[in-house]
């Protein structure tokens, strides 16, 4: 289909869609989990992949903001984001009722490979819980006992935890981490992992593959156990993103192979709208990614 040019970007016309907030609910601190009606893409959507989403009509924020689907009701017609208050884009967000109506693109992205067996590691810093629910339901529901399924869930303190009344509803072993010590283990969400699977950890847990999303440097450390221990890994990646459609080239990440799109360099990028946001853990060049401190995509537009 032929590209349009609609206000805000090169967008294909097939993926946008206005929905209509359905629900809005606060579950912790700065968290928050909104209920979007979206027929078009609910009914396409895939465990991992994303949206973006206009907040509001007109040019202020003018970009789009990216969130992944953190639960899809294709039968409602209907999908669950989970996300952070972290600046203007999402605190605008947080204020809109039912009723309301933002605009959307997607499903963007590859999407998560669900599994068909275990046991699984699922390793969530933050926010990072949110692509996971709808690949914890896929993957029980497929046949993945869920007593394989272990979720490894950490955030710098308590109150930034989903409670745990939301957690449980999916059924599996929860391994919680605060960085304080304020709620369960006292450290690093990875630390809490490999604690775990490590000698004095519970005997035999080795799992057949691992899922993650949380900070880079959160996933650098999960990158490195897996590739160290030979145990495949699907890491979900972000990185600022200013079109999630592969136009402003943005949100590109230095890969560890050649660039896809034929630059000729042997080692190009990756851009994680496109070619990601799920990527395995050798695809990167991590040694070359500066932790936390990736400059925005551009200084003129938010
Ligand atoms: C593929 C993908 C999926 C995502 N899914 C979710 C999700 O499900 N839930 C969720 O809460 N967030 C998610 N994010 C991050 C989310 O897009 C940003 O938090 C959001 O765009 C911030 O918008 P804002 O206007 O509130 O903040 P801004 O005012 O634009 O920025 C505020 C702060 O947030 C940082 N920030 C902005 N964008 C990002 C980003 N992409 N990644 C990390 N930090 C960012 C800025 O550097 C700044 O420090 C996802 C990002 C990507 C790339
Ligand atoms: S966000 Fe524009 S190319 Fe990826």
Redesign the pocket.
């Known amino acids: 289909m032929a590209p349009t040019m609609p206000a805000g970007g090169v967008i294909l016309e097939k993926s946008c869609e206005k929905a209509r907030v359905v629900s809005q609910e606060q579950l912790a601190a700065q968290v928050f989990r909104l209920r979007l009606e979206c027929p078009k893409i609910s009914a396409s959507a895939r465990a991992g992949q994303?949206v973006m989403l206009r907040v509001r009509e007109g040019n202020d924020?003018l970009l789009r903001?990216?969130?992944?689907f953190?639960r899809i009701h294709a039968g409602r017609g209907e999908i669950d984001?989970?996300?952070?208050?972290?600046?203007?884009?999402?605190?605008i967000l947080s204020r809109l009722g039912p009723g309301s109506e933002v605009s959307l693109v997607g499903p963007l992205?590859n999407g998560f490979k669900v599994p068909a067996g275990g046991p699984l590691a699922l390793i969530a810093g933050g926010?990072g819980i949110?692509?996971l629910g709808e690949l914890i339901v896929q993957a029980v529901s497929g046949g993945v006992p869920a007593q394989d399924v272990h979720l490894f869930y950490g955030a710098r303190t308590a109150s930034e935890l989903l409670p745990e009344s939301v957690v449980g509803e999916f059924g599996i072993p929860v391994h919680y981490s605060t960085d304080d010590g304020s709620f369960g283990y006292r450290g690093p969400v990875t630390g809490n992992f490999m604690d775990f699977t490590g000698p004095g950890g519970a005997e035999n847990f080795r799992p057949a593959e691992i899922f993650s999303c949380g900070p880079l440097a959160m996933q650098y450390h999960v990158a490195k156990w897996a590739l160290a221990n030979d145990v495949s890994a699907q890491l979900s990646l972000?990185?600022?993103?200013a079109c999630g459609i592969g136009a402003c080239l943005g949100?590109a990440l230095p890969a560890a192979g050649p660039d896809r799109r034929g630059s000729g360099e042997p080692s190009g990028y990756v851009h994680?709208c496109e070619d990601g946001?799920i990527f395995p853990a050798g695809s990167i060049q991590w040694n070359q990614i500066l932790v936390q401190q990736t400059p925005?995509p551009t200084c003129l537009f938010?």
């Open positions: 994303f924020p903001r990216p969130f992944s953190h984001i989970l996300y952070r208050v972290t600046g203007r884009g999402t605190l992205g926010i949110a692509p972000e990185s600022l993103m949100c994680v946001p925005r938010s």
